[in-house]
């Protein structure tokens, strides 16, 4: 069975984003897996941001 998609359109920066959501309700590694990758971009994103100022001359 083929599953359905809810279609969100964000503007982001450079154009829009087109998020495909299920429609089904999440299982728990879904949901789990969800929070690992949110938590992952969040230290990438501050990572990045404490580098960029000792890289300015």
Request: charged share 40%.
């Amino acid at each position: 069975m083929e599953d359905e998609y809810e279609i969100v359109e964000i503007q982001g920066k450079h154009g829009m984003i087109h998020l495909h959501v299920p429609k089904k309700e999440p299982t728990q590694e879904e949901i789990n897996e969800l929070y690992d990758t949110v938590a992952k971009v969040a230290l990438n994103i501050y990572k990045d941001k404490k580098k960029k100022p000792a890289n300015k001359k």
